[in-house]
């Protein structure tokens, strides 16, 4: 049985960011991704705001997004278009980069920080005990660890089960 102390459900945007940010942080840590590779049916996310690309500034790794999307005043409020152009950061703008694009950069950030991804495997459920949980893989298989986080979008599993225990669950806010 493969051992980590986080396992996070779900590799798309929100589970490959805190995989980085924890293995950069010296925690030992996988992803469970049920997709068999990192390809992304349909569109979906059109883009980044200025925060998100400081944030990837701070990792060293806003060039790679920038250097695909299209810079664009994307912010708004209730249908109003809000120019931040004068805001004081390196970033006073949006991008438009569809997700399939961002998923793809992620992916080659983790990999390049060598944090395991389980994939074509989902997480079916997992076991609590009192030095923490044993996460079933769809395959048959298990992993062991100490926190699963629930990074696998609305309304699936890991986050109905983690509303139902409160111990060693960790839900992002979404
Ligand atoms: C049709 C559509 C259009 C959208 N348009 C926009 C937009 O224009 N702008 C915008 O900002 N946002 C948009 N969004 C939202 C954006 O796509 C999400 O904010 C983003 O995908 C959230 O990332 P995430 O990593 O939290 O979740 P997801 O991207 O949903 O990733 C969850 C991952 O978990 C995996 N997974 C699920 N269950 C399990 C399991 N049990 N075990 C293992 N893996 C599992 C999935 O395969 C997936 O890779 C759109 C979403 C949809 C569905």
Redesign the pocket.
């Known amino acids: 049985m493969s051992e980590h102390v986080v396992v996070i459900?779900?590799?798309?945007?929100?589970?490959m960011m805190l995989a980085g940010e924890l293995t950069l942080a010296g925690v030992d840590v996988a992803i469970?991704?049920?997709?068999a590779s990192q390809d992304l049916v349909?569109?979906?996310?059109?883009?980044l705001h200025s925060r998100t690309i400081e944030v990837f500034d701070q990792r060293g790794i806003a060039d790679r997004f920038l250097s695909e999307g299209q810079v664009a005043q994307i912010a708004g409020f209730a249908g109003v278009r809000l120019d931040i152009s004068d805001f004081p950061t390196r970033h006073n703008y949006g991008l438009e980069l569809w997700?399939n694009h961002i998923e793809r950069i992620l992916a080659g950030w983790i990999g390049e920080l060598a944090v395991p991804i389980y994939r074509g495997?989902?997480?079916?459920g997992f076991a609590q005990d009192d030095t923490g949980l044993g996460v079933e893989l769809s395959d048959g298989s298990s992993v062991r660890a100490e926190y699963l986080v629930g990074?696998?979008?609305?309304g699936?599993?890991?986050r109905r089960r983690a509303s139902r225990s409160r111990d060693r669950i960790r839900r992002p806010a979404?």
Do not use: I, L, W
């Not at 469970?32 to 997709?35: A, D, K, N």
């Not at 990074?151 to 609305?154: A, S, W």
């Open positions: 459900a779900g590799g798309g945007p929100t589970g469970v991704e049920r997709r349909g569109s979906r996310a059109g883009g997700q495997r989902e997480v079916m990074c696998d979008g609305g699936t599993s890991a979404t």
